[in-house]
């Protein structure tokens, strides 16, 4: 073996090893238009490509659409600020439906209601259609209640979780072979930020874990948001797993990164996708005082939800390693800390593989970004 060689071969196996899974890639796109959907293939491709992730299979993609359709932030419509953007689910439903996906479920809890996911989108000014016709085959359900089926089911929490050792939800959760996250990039006031681990806190469907849920089976409509997750100041119906301890604190910086993550590992993510074009600033809703429109022009997808929360955290000017008192976890616990606690990814970006536009182009302190104008 020559010098080289052998200084390569050391050099090697002094790396820290790559986590399986852990591929990020991130893109400029500073539009929904004709730059998107390219954007979005281009970033498929660079993960290993969609067809041997999604051909002849059911995919669940949970959205997220927080809060009442009719709030906003200013006149920012929903969907800009605080909404995945219709125009990326429709994208990459379409992108799904050429790689082969059998059929394509369009997931959300809505607003504490048990309304068509169709009627709530409504609501917010979008045409369902739209989304329906993005692809062959392509549903929605409002997973906030018992929905098209006759039972919950049943997801345990791998090692035993942080606070809940299993969950109840709606059947889509588990009638799907492939299931995505496709999140906003957001700060988060409970839980530092909000990207494709936080959206799963709102696959809990409020008949189980709402504050109006029964107490010993599902109320039959959802009542009430999930304060439950919040504050601990009751248990889910007796339906459904209690907290494995009553006595933990009954404090929101506690719980929720800690519930974020055991729902994560209980309904694992095969593929995470951010968008961050347009967002907001200092908040996760319109209901966060100081909220600001933001345009990062940004998007980014990964095999894995940690790894892609840790990239998406450095994009956004944050340590990915940051916890409680740092930044932007200063009055809670880090949710990718608490994943990787129960074996869901790893949040070291050495052992992640970045792929797609180098990150120092990309990224942008969004606390200091300015205040972007409406419309841009």
């Not at 050429?98 to 997931?107: D, F, M, Y």
């Not at 719980?255 to 095969?270: G, N, S, Y």
Request: one cysteine or more.
């Amino acid at each position: 073996m020559i010098r080289r060689e052998f200084l390569s071969a050391v050099a090697a196996s002094a790396a820290p090893a790559r986590a399986a899974g852990a591929k990020v890639a991130a893109a400029r796109c500073r539009s929904y238009g004709a730059e998107l959907l390219p954007a979005l293939e281009k970033m498929f491709d660079q993960l290993g490509g969609l067809g041997r992730l999604v051909k002849g299979k059911t995919v669940a993609m949970k959205v997220n659409l927080t809060g009442q359709s009719t709030v906003r932030l200013g006149y920012v419509p929903a969907e800009l600020a605080h909404w995945t953007h219709p125009a990326v689910i429709g994208a990459t439903a379409h992108l799904m439906a050429r790689a082969g996906a059998h059929r394509i479920r369009i997931l959300e809890c809505g607003w504490s209601t048990a309304d068509p996911l169709e009627e709530v989108v409504l609501e917010a000014g979008w045409d369902p259609q739209v989304l329906l016709s993005a692809a062959p085959r392509v549903e929605f359900e409002n997973t906030n209640w018992l929905g098209n089926a006759k039972e919950y089911s049943r997801f345990q929490v791998p090692h035993g979780g942080h606070i809940f050792p299993g969950f109840e939800l709606n059947h889509s959760y588990e009638d799907c072979d492939v299931f995505v996250s496709i999140a906003k990039m957001k700060e988060h006031a409970t839980a530092g930020v909000t990207l494709a681990m936080k959206n799963l806190f709102g696959i809990a469907p409020a008949t189980i874990y709402g504050e109006g849920a029964g107490k010993d089976d599902p109320s039959v409509l959802p009542r009430g948001g999930r304060g439950m997750f919040h504050y601990g100041h009751r248990q889910p119906s007796r339906s459904a797993p209690s907290e494995k301890d009553p006595k933990t604190p009954r404090e929101g910086g506690y719980r929720v990164p800690r519930i974020v993550a055991d729902l994560v590992a209980a309904r694992p993510i095969h593929l995470s996708i951010i968008e961050g074009i347009d967002s907001m600033a200092q908040g996760e809703g319109p209901w966060i005082p100081g909220g600001r429109f933001i345009r990062p022009g940004v998007l980014v997808a990964g095999l894995n939800p940690v790894s892609t929360d840790a990239v998406c955290m450095l994009l956004m000017g944050f340590d990915p390693l940051a916890d409680r008192g740092t930044a932007p976890f200063e009055r809670c616990d880090s949710t990718l800390r608490l994943g990787e606690e129960l074996g869901v990814g790893t949040r070291d970006l050495k052992r992640i593989e970045v792929l797609g536009t180098p990150i120092r182009e990309l990224r942008f302190d969004i606390r200091r970004l300015p205040t972007a104008s409406f419309p841009g």
